[in-house]
């Protein structure tokens, strides 16, 4: 099998081999070219100790020196250059005390986490393929190398890995690597946040997101976000829904473009169902109040995970107002956009409609066509250019302060009741006719 290597790549292994070293592309790159896939970056395993690497080449940085890791450095784009090694005991489920070189690559390849990512490429030797990965790329399949259980226990974030990896391919976990997930779940508290954090993004903003239900399945969320169990757990017995609350966020998932944010808000939108239902004498379920409960519950959320505070503010925000639903007409839309924060357009469109699409088809196509208008409303008041907040209007402190009120608490609740005005009638946002009303206003000057 013949795959095609960046000249630089081929540089840096020719370069090798020509010095006595064995080298090549290996792992994620060498499963994306078989996929024909871009990879993302081009690594590159060894033969040679990191000191005999940097000798060969011109520029070179130390990134992972005492692991075998050194950056090659051509026309200012890095390639990680690894010597094969075995991995010593691990003590943390994270990362092994100590690493021993090798010589051998059948060696460095069996430390590896899946058989997809164990496989080697150069020019002279082809594919190295010891753990049949091209047949598992075949069959769709994530199988770890050798005995899962020795390999999640080195690594524990190799569980969520597996997950991920199901969801971006499309694949599914093999029987006995999933059961050694099942077993071991409890270990992935050992793992960093920010490590499960980024393996969740990746998840999440594939193509499969539903597998996020592997997660739930084999114990993982119930560590890392036991909230999501909850939502698994918990009916909705309302025509609006035929699904569980988890099940509804697993469809609604699907239903949003792959953009962290939309698909965090949605697998967050609905967090704090549990915990806000309640049932009436007709034993319909009712969710009063979970939107602002869900956005707090979702900071939390986030900020254990640590996310960012951008990240964590966008999809709050979206979330405290994934179920308003204005009156459609001009001013209530103008209203609802100052209320919202104009920041959540249009995003909060794309939440609504991923919302309804996951729901039952009670009214579902009254639904959409109110989020049709709505939108409809929100592009016309921006063509229009009409006022949604303080700093659209068309007169400024500064402006007031001109006229003789004095700056403090009394100005900015002017600028407030001009903000009312305007929303209300947006005609008024011009300076002459905003001055007038000043003059309108009850001792605006004292």
Known sequence: MKMILPEKVNFIINTLQEHGFEGYAVGGCVRDAMLSRMPMDWDITTSAKPEQV????????????????????LDH???????????GEYEDARHPKEVQFTSNLLEDLKRRDFTINAMAYNEKDGLVDAFDGM?????????????????????????LRAVRFAGQ???????????????LAQNIS???????QAELVKLLTSAH?????????TGLTKVFMPEFDEMMHTVQNNPHHCYTVGEHTIEALQKAAPDKILRLTMLLHDVAKPSCRSTDEKGIDHFYGHELRGSEMA??????????????????????????????????????????????????????????LAQSEYKRREKLL??????ALYLDILNKQQCLSIRDLAITGSDLIALGMQPGKKLGETLKQLLELVLEQPELNTKEKLIEQVHKLENPFI
């Open 299 to 356: 900071r939390e959320i986030l900020h254990r995970l640590k996310f960012d505070n951008d990240t964590t503010k966008r999809v709050c925000s979206l979330i405290l107002c994934h179920d308003d639903m204005p009156k459609l007409e001009e001013k209530y839309v103008r209203r609802a956009i100052f209320k919202n924060g104009p920041e959540q357009y249009p995003a909060l469109f794309a939440v609504k409609r991923a919302d309804a």
């Open 135 to 159: 047949g598992d790329l075949k069959r769709g399949v994530i199988r770890c190398v050798g005995n899962p259980v020795e390999r999640f226990t080195e690594d524990a974030l190799r569980m």
């Open 54 to 73: 940097k000798a060969l080449f011109r520029h070179t940085i130390d990134t992972g020196i005492l692991h075998g890791t050194v950056t090659v450095m």
């Open 209 to 217: 997101p539903d597998l996020i239900r592997a997660a739930y399945e």
């Open 370 to 375: 109110d989020i049709e208008r709505y939108e």
């Open 169 to 183: 391919l499309g694949f599914e976990i093999e029987a006995h690597t999933k059961n050694a997930i099942v077993t």
């Open 190 to 196: 050992k793992v960093s946040a920010e490590r499960i």
């Open 77 to 87: 784009e890095g390639f990680e250059v690894t010597t094969y090694r075995i991995d």
